[in-house]
């Protein structure tokens, strides 16, 4: 019997799509009303002064999570990368994006409430608050960031 090539290479996609499950599924909806969002300090990676609310899953686990960071006027996050996914929604406030392993604040772009964005992992950013911000992360874990110099990393700071 003879297959032609593109029929074959039909079979295994679906084969593969198939055979592959999810890691984990949600056991039942997971709904969260702003009220009941219980913010926290955020994870010491950070600078001081954020706050952290994860809405679902685990950021320091394999599978999907959503987190909101709550960052305050003039903090500021130096140039960095993440392992996965950086996929971010501006709530409220106005967060400025830089690309790029050395921040200049002209070169940021300022993105108000109500705007998206999604970076690969390990692009170089970085990012000015100039007002009281939050966003939301929605990205799958585990979740990282590694400072372009070390040197700024906070964590490295405290010890």
Do not use: C
Not at 56 to 77: C, H, M, N, T, W
Not at 127 to 144: A, L, N, R
């Amino acid at each position: 019997m003879k297959i032609a090539l593109p029929t074959l290479i039909a079979a295994v996609a679906v084969a593969g799509v198939a055979s592959t499950a999810p890691a984990k599924t949600m056991a039942g909806p997971s709904i969260v009303p702003p009220q009941e969002i219980k913010w926290g300090p955020a994870p010491a990676v950070l600078p001081p002064g954020a706050e952290a609310a994860v809405l679902f899953g685990d950021p320091s686990e394999d599978g999907l999570f959503v987190l909101r960071l709550k960052l305050p006027a003039s903090y500021s996050v130096a140039p960095h990368t993440h392992p996965v996914d950086e996929v971010i929604t501006v709530i409220s406030g106005t967060f400025r994006l830089g690309m790029g392993e050395t921040a200049d604040r002209r070169k940021a772009q300022t993105l108000p409430a109500g705007s998206f964005f999604a970076l690969p992992p390990g692009m170089a950013h970085y990012v000015f608050i100039d007002e009281e911000t939050v966003v939301q992360i929605s990205t799958v874990g585990p979740w990282g960031l590694t400072y372009i110099n070390s040197k700024d990393d906070p964590h490295r700071k405290a010890q």
